[in-house]
């Protein structure tokens, strides 16, 4: 199977606790926290209830399920909702990614080595070759690939029958899926941010996993600094976990925690340096906005790329920034969140 090339797209980003990507290292790393039945998965209870009675119809009629899209943002438990379904169904799971797929030959490799039955997990769906999306359009609803033979004017389609399989397709950009592919989903679920308290589950959970002591109030205050995001309240959770062995006792308490986080700068509302100095440079060096997107990421040493995809979701889903025809602006809960003395109403684009 195609190896996947190093961490691209919603992946690539600066290093940071509270970025939701991640690299295979991490990944590894969550490997031993990942639940591995539907009843252990918290949160996405909507998700979780559906695909439950899908797999479970499957299960009666001793047929493979629908095929099942997971949409999006990262973090919130695409991968290990795949990881279940295969363990639901006692299926094997195949796993392989968009930008690995490169030529259709690649997928039709893929494809033709499944076995009944079996899982075929695409992560950034999204990010398919044009020519393997037209072949997965075929396997997904015909359960057959045409294996081409020969060249030019002699060549010919030899259809190839496949077992029946389950593609689970994961994407953070449900959008860009192109009609066709996105029709052949019998089931698809959207995943949701976290709530805190939900979080806080995660966390306990997590924590019994790693063997340390972990109190209520430190559970709740990382999970009120973790986006919503379960991904970044477990590399919290590692993090505090790191201050508290070195510099405290051993034991996750409320105390801990705030050192810890202080240390690595995320404040009591899941900002990072990036997310402070967008909001430093927007109310301190431009009266608020509006401002235009190259301009701003001049103004915090960064790549406009980086400003938008990677600090800017954050902070527009958080009400402190807000995207307007004319540029980027302060709102005003970004003023508060600063300490700063907001303009007088006139001066500002929202008032």
């Given at each position: 199977?195609?190896?996947?090339?190093?961490p691209a797209g919603d992946d690539?980003?600066?290093?940071?606790l509270v970025r939701a990507g991640a690299d295979e290292l991490e990944r590894a790393a969550e490997a031993a926290l990942r639940p591995r039945r539907l009843e252990e998965f918290v949160g996405q209870r909507v998700v979780r209830d559906q695909l439950s009675l899908v797999l479970q119809a499957a299960l009666n009629r001793g047929r493979a399920p629908d095929h099942v899209l997971l949409s999006g943002p990262p973090g919130l438990g695409k991968t290990t909702l795949a990881m279940i379904i295969a363990a639901e169904l006692g299926a094997s799971l195949r796993v392989t990614s968009g930008p690995a797929i490169q030529h259709a030959g690649d997928l039709a490799a893929v494809l033709s080595s499944l076995e009944e039955g079996?899982?075929?997990?695409?992560?950034?769906?999204?990010?398919?070759?044009?020519?393997?999306?037209?072949?997965?359009?075929?396997?997904?609803?015909?359960?057959r690939v045409d294996v081409v033979v020969g060249k030019?004017?002699?060549?010919?389609?030899?259809?190839?029958?496949?077992?029946?399989f389950t593609v689970v397709g994961a994407t953070t950009r449900a959008g860009l899926l192109?009609?066709?592919?996105?029709d052949r989903f019998g089931f698809t679920g959207h995943l949701d941010f976290y709530a805190?308290?939900?979080?806080?589950?995660?966390?306990?959970?997590?924590?019994g996993l790693l063997d340390v002591p972990l109190e209520g109030r430190a559970a709740a205050e990382i999970a009120s600094r973790s986006r919503g995001t379960p991904r970044i309240a477990n590399r919290l959770l590692r993090r505090v976990r790191d201050w508290a062995e070195v510099r405290g006792d051993g034991r996750l308490t409320l105390s801990a925690a705030r050192a810890a986080l202080e240390v690595y700068e995320v404040d009591e509302r899941g900002l990072d340096r990036l997310?402070?100095?967008?909001?430093?440079?927007?109310?301190?060096?431009?009266?608020?906005?509006?401002?235009?997107?190259?301009?701003?990421?001049?103004?915090?040493?960064?790549?406009p790329e980086t400003v938008e995809t990677v600090a800017e979701p954050f902070l527009v889903r958080e009400g402190l920034v807000g995207r307007t025809p004319r540029g980027r602006v302060a709102m005003p809960a970004a003023w508060d969140h600063l300490g700063l003395e907001r303009p007088a109403p006139a001066d500002t684009l929202f008032g």
């Open positions: 199977m195609p190896e996947a090339p190093p690539a980003v600066p290093e940071s079996e899982v075929l997990f695409i992560d950034e769906i999204h990010r398919l070759a044009r020519p393997a999306e037209e072949l997965l359009y075929v396997a997904m609803e015909d359960f030019g004017a002699g060549a010919s389609a030899i259809p190839l029958s496949l077992p029946p192109p009609a066709p592919l996105r805190d308290d939900e979080l806080e589950r995660v966390l306990m959970r997590s924590a997310d402070r100095s967008v909001l430093q440079a927007l109310c301190l060096r431009f009266g608020g906005g509006p401002v235009g997107l190259t301009t701003l990421a001049v103004a915090v040493g960064e790549e």
